[in-house]
């Protein structure tokens, strides 16, 4: 075997979908009764993405989750985080070696405790209401849906989807969403379960009235969640070439975690305020990389990177994202 090692030489580019196909396929074929999970390792960016939508959406339709670990700097980040959060999986940065087993022990320990696997929550909006786009939640079906992946024993996730209402008249009842939350029971053994919600509102002029449905808590964990979509955007905007997005969509963010702070005096926004003003400060160094020639004629495109030194700083600050908008605490 080590021979073998030795002999293997690294040529072309990273054929991620193949290999991520082949993986899929393994698993379809030896699907156990318990805990069935896909790991993707990667350190590169791989020859086209233009088939992985669609092999994403199979994976995600079987009930299947990908934990995805990048190696090194020349991974495709955002690919890589964005096929994690499309199939309820984890994405991992993994800066050095010795650090795979940790993130093999860690998602071992909580396969052993899952109670329910595969969790989809699906959303319906009410007359007038308006979801507003986060990373991780698409449309199926007419509904909209965001994959939640496997829960374990004690774990408690939040999900922060923020929403429009258009105006209703005084006294009258906002019907925001109707949600179903799927599920595999693991503890009965009673297969696939369903739990619905309606949420709805009732509607006032009175400003003292409305001011006192706030709930702080919720407001300051909206906050954080709005601040970690804002990061994880940024960072797909700079990594395309788009600074001026990038710093925009920050600065919004900083907008309303600033007026968080103003009005909750909550310590841990402030700690937010400081990491969007550092993750712009990191994001202004990104530069686009000459692309090399891949296997045929066309070169392959290049996601930006910043300098050696402040790269990995960026991608855990985006792992620290994912795993806030997953609702993670």
Sequence with gaps: VERAIDQLVPRGTTDLYDGLAAGFNQVLAQRVAGVNRIVLLSDGVPNTSAQLPALIA??????LSVTSLGLGIDYDTTLMTQIARDTGGRFHYIAAPDEVAKVF???LGKMSTVIGRNLVVSLTPGPGV???PIPGLVAN???LQLQVGDLAAGETRDLMVPIAVAARRDGSTAELIDATLRFEDVIGGSGMLEREAYVGVPVSSDAATVAAGVVPELEVARVRALAAAAIVEAM?????GDQPAAKK???????AVRAAIARYHDAGLSQVLD??????????????QTAPPGQGAEPVPQPGIAPAAVEPVLR??????????????
């Design 105 to 107: 022990d860690d998602e």
């Design 141 to 143: 079906g007419g509904r």
């Design 275 to 288: 990491e969007l003003d550092e993750v712009g400060k990191q994001l202004a160094q990104v530069q686009l």
């Design 236 to 240: 797909a905007a700079a990594r395309r």
């Design 316 to 329: 855990r600050a985006e792992e620290r994202a994912g795993r806030t908008l997953s609702g993670e605490r």
């Design 130 to 132: 308006t979801v507003h």
């Design 58 to 63: 199979q994976i995600r339709t079987s009930g």
């Design 249 to 255: 969509r920050l600065a919004e963010a900083a907008a």
